[in-house]
């Protein structure tokens, strides 16, 4: 059974620093492109990031640009998002996705090429 399990969300302060973990089991990690992506009450889902297999590529969404950073540990299943510089604007549930590469080094910015998803964590920021 796959599972995505997200950690690291919480309440901080305008200008601070979070660090999101999502850990996976039940696929082989290093065949997956992850993502994260955030929903804030009453707007869709958007895009925030994306890793490539190798953790070699990795796209962002402009707003998010200079101040996240997506990384990934293979040997230990995991994907991060450093958040720096937080703004009000960034509260949401962040969720990670993966989606599966297999041959391809890339990495995927839209919903539907993600396969699986995590249940998401509460970041809060504060003015």
């Known amino acids: 059974q796959v599972q995505l399990v997200e950690s690291g969300g919480g309440l901080v302060q305008a200008g601070g620093s979070l660090r999101l973990s999502c850990a996976t089991s039940?696929?082989?990690?290093?065949?997956?492109?992850m993502g994260w992506f955030r929903q804030a009450p009453g707007k869709e889902r958007e895009f925030v990031a994306a890793?490539?297999?190798?953790?070699?590529?990795?796209y962002y969404a402009d707003s998010v640009k200079g101040r996240f950073i997506i990384s990934r540990d293979n040997a230990k299943n995991l994907v991060f998002l450093q958040m720096n510089s937080l703004k009000p604007a960034d509260t949401a549930a962040y969720y990670c996705?993966?989606?599966?590469?297999?041959?391809?080094?890339?990495?995927?910015?839209?919903?539907?090429?993600?396969?699986?998803w995590g249940q998401g964590t509460q970041v809060t920021v504060s003015s």
């Open positions: 890793i490539s297999w190798s953790g070699g590529n990795t």
């Open positions: 996705a993966a989606a599966l590469t297999v041959y391809r080094d890339t990495y995927y910015l839209g919903e539907r090429d993600y396969r699986y």
């Open positions: 039940g696929l082989p990690f290093s065949w997956y492109a």
